[in-house]
């Protein structure tokens, strides 16, 4: 019988299937390296949504005649607030491998482009 990995539900929050079923993130669980890089993952999105929420909103905070504007502003700052988090988490994850990808792609273009091209 296989051992699941990652819950259903995390924190009374369902898990997409998608995400319990990646082969990625089992690999990254099952090494050390991947469950640090993980841990930084999740901590920088945590960081960035907490910057996010107890930023000063006196467009919140004043009030309004109707609560469908006020729920509204809740609302953007609640999109924006996963924006920032998820922004934070993929860059923790792919900061270490950037310099791969720009060195590569910069010996690529030097051997296809060699003088520029005019015409």
Same mark, same amino acid.
């Given at each position: 019988?296989?051992?699941?990995?990652?819950?259903?539900?995390?924190?009374?929050?369902?898990?997409?299937?998608?995400?319990?079923?990646?082969?990625?993130?089992?690999?990254?669980?099952?090494?050390?390296?991947?469950?640090?890089?993980?841990?930084?993952?999740?901590? &920088?999105? #945590?960081? !960035?949504?907490?910057? =996010?929420?107890?930023?000063? @909103?006196?467009?919140?905070?004043?009030?309004? +005649?109707? $609560?469908?504007?006020?729920?509204?502003?809740?609302?953007?700052?609640?999109?924006?607030?996963?924006?920032? &988090?998820? #922004?934070? !988490?993929?860059?923790? =994850?792919?900061?270490?491998? @950037?310099?791969?990808?720009?060195?590569?792609? +910069?010996? $690529?273009?030097?051997?296809?482009?060699?003088?520029?091209?005019?015409?």
């Amino acid at each position: 019988m296989r051992k699941k990995i990652v819950p259903k539900k995390v924190a009374g929050f369902k898990v997409p299937k998608s995400v319990r079923k990646s082969s990625l993130l089992r690999n990254m669980l099952a090494s050390h390296a991947g469950r640090q890089m993980l841990a930084n993952a999740l901590v &920088a999105a #945590a960081n !960035a949504a907490a910057a =996010v929420l107890t930023d000063d @909103r006196a467009d919140i905070r004043k009030p309004s +005649k109707t $609560k469908g504007r006020k729920r509204a502003l809740a609302a953007g700052v609640a999109g924006e607030a996963i924006e920032s &988090a998820t #922004a934070a !988490a993929t860059d923790v =994850v792919t900061s270490p491998i @950037r310099p791969l990808f720009q060195a590569s792609a +910069k010996a $690529k273009a030097g051997r296809i482009f060699q003088e520029p091209v005019t015409h």
